[in-house]
């Protein structure tokens, strides 16, 4: 029997191409899709063949930030460490996805992280969305130099088939050596619009400069 839903699904999905973008391009969400609930993909390539290097813990993250650029507390942001997977951010914002395919071949490790956003759901206050990657405990030899195929994309899932397409991408490249933390992307308003940015910016220090950026204090567990 013909599934009449998934048969409409099917010709009325959002079949928008992906647009690769350039470095500080800008890329109008709201005009690309009328869907509202959009997946985040932060991802990356490290070399584990070399045996003097220690093997990279990275994470994505996001910050849901105020006029000024500080993100209002804990429960505004998403992060993948397990030590806070309780403290969840507001407004249908989550991390949801990890996946890594091991390559014993070429002796790499391809990585990358989905965060779940529903746009009508965050409030006026937040004037843009700031994601990032750091390493978490870095140390020596711990470095994002040490990632190639890095990127940063928009995904729509096509509920029809329960698959994730791109709707725009950045490759980034890392200009910058002995960084641990780099911001890689926003999404921000403008006018009645979203809009997609990525502009890479290597952030000096480690994970804790990274939330002392956005003001964000995580509270010490008891």
């Known amino acids: 029997m013909i599934n009449i839903k998934k048969l409409l699904n099917f010709f009325y999905a959002d079949k928008t191409n992906c647009k690769v973008l350039k470095d500080g391009e800008d890329f109008n969400v709201s005009k690309a899709t009328k869907v509202r609930e959009l997946y985040l993909r932060q991802g990356w390539t490290i070399n584990i063949s070399e045996k003097n290097n220690e093997p990279?813990?990275?994470?994505?993250?996001?910050?849901?930030?105020?006029?000024h650029g500080s993100c209002p507390d804990?429960?505004?942001?998403?992060h993948f460490n397990s030590q806070h997977q309780d403290?969840?951010?507001?407004?249908?914002?989550?991390?949801?996805?990890?996946?890594e395919e091991i390559?014993?071949?070429?002796?790499?490790?391809?990585?990358?992280?989905?965060?779940?956003?529903?746009?009508?759901?965050?409030?006026?206050?937040?004037?843009?969305?700031?994601?990032?990657?750091?390493?978490?405990?870095p140390g020596r030899d711990k470095f994002l130099s040490r990632t190639t195929n890095n990127f940063i994309s928009l995904l729509i899932k096509d509920e029809s088939t329960g698959t994730k397409n791109e709707i725009c991408r950045s490759n980034i490249?890392?200009?910058?050596?002995?960084?641990?933390?780099?911001?890689?992307?926003?999404?921000?308003?403008?006018?009645?619009?979203?809009?997609f940015n990525s502009s890479p910016k290597p952030i000096i220090g480690d994970i804790n400069d990274l939330m002392d950026n956005y003001g964000v204090v995580i509270p010490m567990k008891a």
């Open 56 to 67: 990279l813990d990275i994470d994505a993250y996001a910050f849901l930030c105020l006029p």
């Open 87 to 99: 403290y969840k951010a507001e407004y249908s914002m989550e991390h949801i996805f990890t996946k």
């Open 173 to 195: 490249n890392n200009y910058c050596n002995y960084i641990s933390t780099e911001m890689y992307g926003t999404i921000y308003r403008k006018d009645e619009n979203w809009v």
């Open 74 to 78: 804990i429960h505004h942001m998403v």
């Open 103 to 137: 390559n014993k071949d070429l002796g790499t490790v391809t990585e990358w992280q989905d965060i779940k956003i529903n746009l009508d759901l965050i409030p006026e206050k937040i004037k843009n969305i700031d994601f990032a990657v750091a390493i978490f405990n």
